[in-house]
């Protein structure tokens, strides 16, 4: 004959219910403890102190090049590959990635249309050469405003932030092959277009 008090049954409901307890008061921890987080992370901020260019300065074929090249699934994703890079230029992160970077991701993506992430993007990317932005990108390679780029020039430009990083010959057909394939670009127009060098 057992007492009340040593049922077992009794002491494992016990345990459950301590058990459960735990795991909720530490979901609740964590879950405060990363709005808090998430709440003290700062929005992507956007100055720089060099030549911006706004996006609808460029022929729409010309934005699209670096689309093509970056994330062709840039306007229909919600974690998209440019914006993770925005938010790690905006941080001064370098390549690293982490939390911080992915929080201020976020935020970028419900707080700037997707013409303003690209717009940061393509105005604090690294083009090579020594050109940061792409005003001085256009005018490193090319000589010209970046509102001048045409399309066989933003795609080469393009290439210089392919994840990648193939060849500039390669690379440059790949960029306009996926424009085609995406609706960017007609193939009468890409059979135009000859290697700018």
């Known amino acids: 004959m057992t007492l009340a008090g040593n049922n077992p049954s009794r002491r494992r409901g016990r345990w459950l219910a301590v058990g459960a307890s735990i795991v909720l008061l530490l979901w609740a921890v964590g879950t405060v403890a990363f709005t808090y987080y998430y709440d003290n992370v700062p929005l992507a901020d956007d100055s720089v102190g060099y030549p911006v260019v706004p996006v609808a300065e460029l ?3 010309v934005a699209n090049a670096f689309i093509a090249a970056v994330d062709p699934d840039f306007y229909a994703s919600d974690d998209s590959l440019i914006t993770r890079r925005y938010a790690v230029l ?7 990635s982490g939390w911080r970077t992915w929080v201020m991701a976020d935020k970028a993506e419900a ?4 013409t303003e992430i690209l717009e940061r993007y393509l105005n604090r990317a690294d083009y090579g050469r020594g050109a940061v932005g792409l005003d001085a990108a256009a005018r490193t390679y090319f000589d010209k405003p970046a509102a001048q780029l045409t399309v066989a020039e933003a795609a080469l430009l393009a290439v210089q932030l392919h994840p990648d990083r193939p060849a500039p010959e390669a690379g440059w057909a790949q960029v306009l092959n ?3 394939e995406r609706g960017w670009l007609s193939p009468a127009e890409r059979n135009g277009l000859t ?3």
């Open 90 to 96: 905006a941080s001064g992160a370098g390549e690293q």
């Open 195 to 197: 290697f700018p060098g």
């Open 111 to 114: 707080g700037y249309t997707k």
């Open 178 to 180: 996926t424009m085609v």
């Open 59 to 61: 022929p729409p074929p």
